[in-house]
């Protein structure tokens, strides 16, 4: 929506052009009026608008341009603001905020016609989009899948043209049957998370924390479960990214052994292992995790969550023991590290230690690449070295098609979709 942006961190604004004739869905022209009453409807939310207290005032110069008055700079404002969705504010408050949950009126290259929540969506054409002569597609539909056998039927049948959930089997089975994995830029790594918030956390010792890393035999997970998409991965930063690279723990299950003992665990604990429901109600991943763990002497139950409760837990509260979880990358990975693991970061059982949190509180103020390099490389190292994460596996983040589908998508990265450039192939 916007033609142009300047950040001038000396005088704390950011001023964005729009550009014009973008239309609302229901005909209403896009101003920067709109852009201001969508900031200033979600900035006392700091769940769906990050780094709100660095927000003091918005300017609406002329129609097509809006000023943000910082009250102080930090360099992750203009990307995390730079990518939220815009909706018409009047139509939200005519219509109440339960309206807002299963319907919108917003700009892009598709109406929302249906939406049925975990089930699906269906979105029609806009004829008005701003883009002459796109989106290219009459509609698109969202289906929501859980079970993994049913995705993977309804590819070979048809009856879908993308599925983005594909889990390692199904992709290498689509692939040998000439269907296409598309890949991008951004990546997904798997992680176990240890519950370092209670205090009674057996996961408070860092001796507990070692032995999880010693414990785990990566390239046997890759082996098992990658289907050639794994890689081993040993930093919560992938190699070639910032921070990236490093091997902090080598697989050593005797030395796991002998980590637990010093910590008075002579005969191993019992712990609960937070995980993803899967293909089949499984969670193989978990499962061979688990499998690995119990040979050094920490037992887990699995516990398989649906996602509504699996991502209450991890994202937004604290779970007990171990949770299975994932994390990324972004354009550089200062942005990856403060999404998932810095002050303001996703995983809330995973307790920052007083050192960290000011230290990816500092980062945030840092301008020169050289500079933003160096302290990513410390917070990396501080969060390995106290072992408070067990990096597992990596792959580039991917989808599956049926080979007449052209697009973009994860190209940009993982947090837009050009879907007025979509095509199919007849």
Known sequence: MAESWEEDIENLKITFKLREGIK???????????????????????????????????????????????????????????????????TIEAKGEGWATTNLVATGPFILKEFQRDVRSLWVRFDDYWQEGKPYLDEVEYLYIPEQSTGAAMMEAGEAQIWLGADGLNTKNLMDRGFVRQTGWGSSLNVLVPNTYDEDSPFQDIRVRQALQHAIDKEALCEALGYGLMEPVHSIAPEGEWGGGKVYYEYNPDKAKQLLQEAGYENGLDVPLLALVGSGGRNELAEAVAGQLEKIGIRCKIDIADAGRYYAETWNGVWEGLALGISGSAHDFLTGFQRWWGHNGIYKGFKRPEELLQKSRDALLVAETAEKIKITEEMVDMVMEGAYVVPLTYQLAGFIHDGTVHTNYLRQGNTRWDFADVWLER
Do not use: M
């Open 24 to 90: 609302f869905h229901n005909g209403k022209e896009l101003t920067a009026e709109d852009i201001k009453k969508n900031f200033e409807y979600i900035k006392h939310s700091p769940a769906t608008l990050r780094y709100n207290d660095f927000l003091d005032s918005i300017e609406v110069v002329d129609k097509n341009t809006v000023v943000f008055h910082l009250n102080r700079w930090h360099n992750q404002v203009i990307v995390e603001w730079g990518i939220i969705q815009i909706f018409d504010i009047d």
